[in-house]
């Protein structure tokens, strides 16, 4: 019998957070990703700073953790164990998935690679459309007209916009990774 597992996109687009206007990963997610702990991640990253520079990795402030824990991103800050947690861009987690040297590890950074750079398309796919609603937001403000009558409606239009880039995150085939195994060990 075989077994496969499995990271939905769904699952990794939701511990993409933005800090320092970067898209970044926890640590504790990530280890829970790759099937390590948290620690043993972190080891690794200590082992190796030399291939971690700041825009690869970065440690949160006192501060960015009361937000993420405000935001759910963390539960608590008693779940961090008194240590403030680590952070991966991109790249660092493409470099993490050097340093643990497992297949698994190769596996879950491809996904959350393409998870990124379908993030990014989908942005860009988009940015005429913000643009647009910029450029009518400020003709509407030059014309004098009251801007606050519009606000339902520009709302609603951002709205969509949040639609159509989930749809089209949704829309493009999905591979599942992770390791198959039979019941029997073999």
Do not use: C
């Given at each position: 019998?075989?077994?496969?597992?499995?990271?939905?996109?769904?699952?990794?687009?939701?511990?993409?957070y933005?800090?320092?206007g970067?898209?970044?990963?926890?640590?504790?997610d990530?280890?829970?990703?790759?099937?390590v702990?948290?620690?043993?991640?972190?080891?690794?990253?200590?082992?190796?700073?030399?291939?971690?520079?700041?825009h690869?990795?970065?440690k949160?402030t006192?501060?960015?953790?009361?937000?993420?824990v405000?935001q759910n991103?963390?539960p608590?800050r008693?779940?961090?164990?008194?240590a403030?947690?680590?952070?991966?861009?991109?790249?660092?987690?493409?470099?993490?998935?050097?340093?643990?040297?497992?297949?698994k590890?190769v596996?879950?950074?491809i996904?959350i690679?393409?998870?990124?750079?379908?993030?990014r398309e989908?942005?860009?796919d988009?940015?005429?459309?913000?643009?647009?609603?910029?450029?009518?937001?400020?003709r509407?403000?030059?014309?004098?007209h009251?801007?606050?009558?519009?606000?339902?409606?520009?709302?609603?239009?951002?709205?969509?916009i949040?639609?159509?880039?989930d749809?089209?995150?949704?829309?493009?085939p999905?591979?599942?990774i992770?390791?198959?195994?039979?019941?029997?060990?073999?």
């Amino acid at each position: 019998m075989e077994k496969t597992l499995v990271i939905s996109d769904e699952n990794v687009i939701n511990k993409i957070y933005t800090v320092r206007g970067r898209k970044v990963m926890l640590d504790r997610d990530l280890a829970e990703m790759y099937g390590v702990e948290t620690r043993r991640l972190n080891e690794q990253v200590r082992r190796n700073t030399d291939r971690f520079p700041k825009h690869f990795m970065f440690k949160l402030t006192e501060e960015e953790v009361k937000w993420m824990v405000s935001q759910n991103a963390i539960p608590s800050r008693q779940v961090l164990g008194g240590a403030l947690p680590n952070v991966f861009t991109e790249h660092g987690v493409l470099m993490l998935a050097n340093v643990l040297k497992s297949p698994k590890a190769v596996a879950v950074s491809i996904k959350i690679i393409d998870i990124f750079v379908r993030l990014r398309e989908a942005l860009l796919d988009n940015k005429d459309i913000v643009l647009k609603l910029e450029q009518l937001d400020k003709r509407l403000t030059y014309i004098g007209h009251d801007v606050k009558m519009h606000d339902g409606e520009i709302e609603t239009i951002f709205e969509l916009i949040r639609e159509i880039m989930d749809e089209k995150l949704r829309s493009r085939p999905r591979n599942p990774i992770g390791f198959k195994t039979n019941a029997t060990g073999k």
